[in-house]
Structures are given as structure tokens and as C-alpha cells.
């Protein structure tokens, strides 16, 4: 099994780098002894040239296209940008605009996404998603955003294991996802019904502490007034 990380990170070292190898390695720990999982990671600052490139002429040099292959090889992906004007940023777009139209089609892919502020953490769901469901990649319910203030705090952890743990089961290399064996084995339980009195004529009944007149009754005072 192979799983590809296309961290658009830019700095070194890169927040949205660390983030990238953290869901990976929590997909990989859920791979079995006997068949370990290859990572393979995509760094587009190195490649912010060659893409260039190929949007001007249509071609991708190597290094590109060592990495377009990697991605269209890949079983999975996890791809992880930072937040530049409340969306993914220039270099992630454009590496995915010059990738084969169909190299994603039905491949499991994990979003996430890296700011400075929670408040671009809907990134994920008005840019990113959107953008590999255009590209028919089948996107794992829980993408993961971390804002400067996450690292270290409570929750990241989790939101990086639920997710790690969906993409895995979509690999085929771990249990159900999380958000499936919880419906399955823990069912929100609903409000319990509220008896029904059986007909009774013209009579008031009692439900719930109240008189409840039958409307057949009301209809008729109506009529007689």
C-alpha cells in the first residue's frame, strides 16, 4: 500500500509539513505487521518552478513528473496546504491544475489545511473539498485543520486519529471508520414515543398532564356558534 503526502508547505520547517507526517503516521501505525505502508512525500516548494513551467508550456519536467506519477500511483492521499486569503494557496491549486484530469478519480484522499487563526478552519469544507470532489476523489468525512493555538492543545490528536483511522479503513488496512462503527455500535438513542390514546367518542383525554379535546369536538362547537 501506498500512501502519498502533498504537504504546500513553505517554510523550513513548516507547520503544514509536521501536520502532513503526523497523519501519516497515524494511518501507517494502523497498517499490519505483515504489510507495511510506503510514504511517499510531495514537497511543491521544490517544485514551485517546474509547475510554473508547465502551466506556461504544457510540459512538466522531471522532478513534476516524478511527483505526478507518485500521486497518480499512489492508494491514498493526504494533502495538506497552508490558508493564504481564506483558501488553499496559489502553489497547492496549481499543482493540482496541472495534474491528469482523472489521476484522482475513486482515490481516497484526507484534507487538511494550517493558518494562524481558527477562523480559517472552513477552509476545508468552501475550498478543499469542493475541489477534489470536482476531481471525483472520494474525500474521508473528517479533514483536519490546526491553527497555531491547536499544537499542543487538546483535540488535534484526536481530529488526526479520526481521520488517519477513515482513510485507513477506506485502504482497506484498518476496522470500520470511526464514524461508522460508532452509529453502529452506540445509536443515538431518539425521544421516546409519546403514547397514543385510544378514540374515545367525544371525550377529552390526557396527555402529557393535559386535556387534549378531539378536534371532532372542536369542529362542531365551531359550527354551533
Given at each position: 500500500?501506498?500512501?502519498?503526502?502533498?504537504?504546500a508547505?513553505?517554510?523550513?520547517?513548516?507547520?503544514?509539513?509536521?501536520?502532513?507526517?503526523r497523519?501519516?503516521?497515524?494511518?501507517?501505525?494502523?497498517?499490519?505487521?505483515?504489510?507495511?505502508?510506503?510514504?511517499?512525500?510531495?514537497?511543491?516548494?521544490?517544485?514551485?518552478?517546474?509547475?510554473?513551467?508547465?502551466l506556461?508550456?504544457?510540459?512538466?519536467?522531471?522532478?513534476?513528473?516524478?511527483?505526478?506519477?507518485?500521486?497518480?500511483?499512489?492508494?491514498g492521499?493526504?494533502?495538506v496546504?497552508?490558508?493564504?486569503?481564506?483558501?488553499?494557496s496559489?502553489?497547492?491549486?496549481?499543482?493540482?491544475?496541472v495534474?491528469d484530469r482523472?489521476?484522482?478519480?475513486?482515490?481516497?484522499?484526507?484534507?487538511?489545511a494550517?493558518?494562524?487563526?481558527?477562523?480559517?478552519?472552513?477552509v476545508?469544507?468552501?475550498?478543499?473539498?469542493?475541489?477534489?470532489?470536482?476531481?471525483?476523489?472520494?474525500?474521508?468525512?473528517?479533514?483536519?485543520?490546526?491553527?497555531?493555538?491547536?499544537?499542543?492543545?487538546?483535540?488535534?490528536?484526536?481530529?488526526?486519529?479520526?481521520?488517519?483511522?477513515?482513510?485507513?479503513?477506506?485502504?482497506?488496512?484498518?476496522?470500520?471508520?470511526?464514524?461508522?462503527?460508532?452509529?453502529?455500535?452506540?445509536?443515538?438513542?431518539?425521544?421516546?414515543?409519546?403514547?397514543?390514546?385510544?378514540?374515545?367518542?367525544?371525550?377529552?383525554?390526557?396527555?402529557?398532564?393535559?386535556?387534549?379535546?378531539?378536534?371532532?369536538?372542536?369542529?362542531?362547537?365551531?359550527?354551533?356558534?
Amino acid at each position: 500500500m501506498k500512501l502519498v503526502v502533498v504537504s504546500a508547505g513553505l517554510s523550513v520547517p513548516s507547520s503544514t509539513r509536521l501536520l502532513g507526517d503526523r497523519l501519516a503516521a497515524a494511518v501507517v501505525g494502523r497498517a499490519p505487521a505483515g504489510a507495511p505502508a510506503e510514504v511517499e512525500v510531495v514537497e511543491l516548494r521544490d517544485l514551485a518552478v517546474e509547475i510554473a513551467h508547465n502551466l506556461t508550456t504544457g510540459f512538466p519536467g522531471p522532478a513534476l513528473r516524478a511527483a505526478l506519477d507518485a500521486v497518480a500511483a499512489a492508494d491514498g492521499l493526504i494533502v495538506v496546504t497552508p490558508v493564504f486569503s481564506a483558501s488553499y494557496s496559489g502553489l497547492f491549486k496549481s499543482f493540482f491544475d496541472v495534474l491528469d484530469r482523472d489521476a484522482l478519480a475513486g482515490k481516497p484522499v484526507l484534507v487538511a489545511a494550517t493558518g494562524g487563526s481558527a477562523r480559517h478552519s472552513l477552509v476545508l469544507e468552501h475550498a478543499m473539498r469542493p475541489l477534489f470532489a470536482y476531481l471525483r476523489a472520494v474525500v474521508v468525512p473528517t479533514g483536519v485543520y490546526a491553527a497555531s493555538e491547536d499544537w499542543g492543545a487538546e483535540g488535534l490528536a484526536e481530529r488526526i486519529e479520526r481521520a488517519a483511522g477513515e482513510l485507513a479503513a477506506l485502504l482497506g488496512i484498518g476496522g470500520p471508520p470511526a464514524f461508522a462503527s460508532a452509529s453502529a455500535s452506540a445509536p443515538v438513542p431518539g425521544p421516546a414515543p409519546v403514547p397514543l390514546p385510544a378514540a374515545r367518542g367525544s371525550e377529552s383525554v390526557r396527555v402529557g398532564g393535559f386535556d387534549v379535546v378531539p378536534f371532532a369536538e372542536q369542529l362542531a362547537a365551531v359550527r354551533s356558534e
